[in-house]
């Protein structure tokens, strides 16, 4: 395939891609741009491998602003269930297979229902499908009566697979990004943290040495990924990806996204694979789980962030222009231990007294 033929695949993806999330950002508007100011952030410490740890003091932590250290001006360490939390189950039929969901289904369903079916926090059950996503009206802590939902959910007809190719792989993509938008608008006025487990394989991460963007479209993504970020944040939305392939998902594909985890600064550094499910799962914090194939498991892996965590906030410093991305660091003195959270944010600058109101 020619270069010329890729730059305009490259077009005609992005169009389709992104027209989902603008459109739901009309309708539902992610939050605005606001000036640098405080910045509130849940970590997680853990080993690296094995349960968070709870009641380390502050000054075992130190943290980083664009590597730069800034004092941290309120500090809280939360167990479980001392502060409102809600948690989003999320089953994804476009991107995984007949056999794995089938595969799938009754092990979430045993996750549900340990704890004779008592669930930790309000949880709400959403499942994307081909024709859209479905989420329960109400979140309830009755893991039998969400086990129960799931079995009434058919999985249907599915006219994109891992197999329909680069067009459907964008429209696979087009319909993570539109739940995700629609979950997050949802859930944007509740208090606490938000925890989502997208149980997925991923979206498709698009991306290539030959699958270039026009600079006006790399502008469009990147607000698009500056718009991500901000409601992520703001509304304190932690992302999972739960891979329910388990061992029998290749180690490349498995490991790909990682080459696009790390914050874009501008535009012209942007590639779709910044919008794909496992980039946005680590730079909010979370984790991307597989290789196991007991996914009840990886379930009550990604819950445990929940029973032992810190509130860390600090003032963001004054940001010289528009969009201005920060990496964000959180260490821990204590040796073995590593902390989780946000991996950045972009700053605005201060808006003057006398500056014209929007």
Not at 149 to 161: H, I, M, N, S
Not at 175 to 180: E, N, P, Q, S, T
Not at 301 to 327: C, G, I, K, S, V
Request: cysteine-free.
């Amino acid at each position: 395939m020619s270069t010329r033929t890729y730059r305009r695949i490259s077009l005609v993806l992005f169009g389709s891609l992104l027209s989902a999330a603008f459109a739901t950002a009309q309708q539902a508007p992610l939050s605005p741009p606001a000036p640098s100011g405080k910045i509130v952030l849940d970590v997680v410490v853990s080993p690296r491998s094995g349960p968070p740890v709870a009641n380390l003091p502050q000054q075992n932590f130190t943290l980083l602003d664009n590597k730069t250290s800034r004092p941290i001006t309120s500090f809280h360490a939360f167990a479980q269930s001392q502060e409102p939390t809600q948690v989003i189950l999320v089953i994804d039929n476009v991107n995984t297979s007949y056999e794995t969901i089938a595969y799938a289904r009754p092990q979430i369903e045993k996750f549900l229902r340990a704890n004779d079916g008592h669930l930790a926090y309000p949880t709400t059950l959403a499942v994307v499908n081909d024709d859209g996503t479905q989420i329960q009206p109400h979140p309830t802590t009755d893991g039998n009566a969400l086990s129960a939902a799931l079995d009434q959910y058919e999985v249907g007809l599915k006219f994109l697979r891992r197999d329909t190719g680069i067009w459907g792989a964008a429209d696979r993509t087009d319909l993570g990004l539109r739940a995700l938008n629609s979950l997050m608008a949802r859930d944007s006025n509740l208090p606490g943290r938000k925890i989502i487990l997208w149980v997925s394989p991923g979206w498709p991460l698009l991306s290539g040495p030959r699958l270039d963007l026009p600079y006006k479209q790399e502008q469009q993504i990147f607000g698009t990924i500056i718009a991500l970020s901000n409601e992520l944040r703001t509304t304190h939305t932690t992302l999972y990806n739960i891979n329910p392939i388990g061992a029998g998902e290749g180690v490349l594909r498995s490991n790909y996204y990682e080459d696009f985890v790390k914050g874009v600064e501008k535009p012209s550094q942007v590639v779709l694979g910044d919008l794909s499910l496992q980039v946005l799962a680590t730079q909010s914090g979370g984790q991307v789980l597989y290789a196991n194939n007991d996914i009840t498991a990886l379930l009550q892996q990604a819950m445990a962030d929940t029973t032992a965590y810190y509130e860390l906030t600090f003032d963001a410093p004054p940001a010289e222009r528009p969009d201005e991305y920060h990496n964000i660091q959180v260490q821990v003195s204590s040796p073995g231990l590593h902390a989780r959270t946000l991996q950045g944010y972009y700053a605005q600058p201060m808006r003057s007294e006398n500056a014209p109101q929007q």
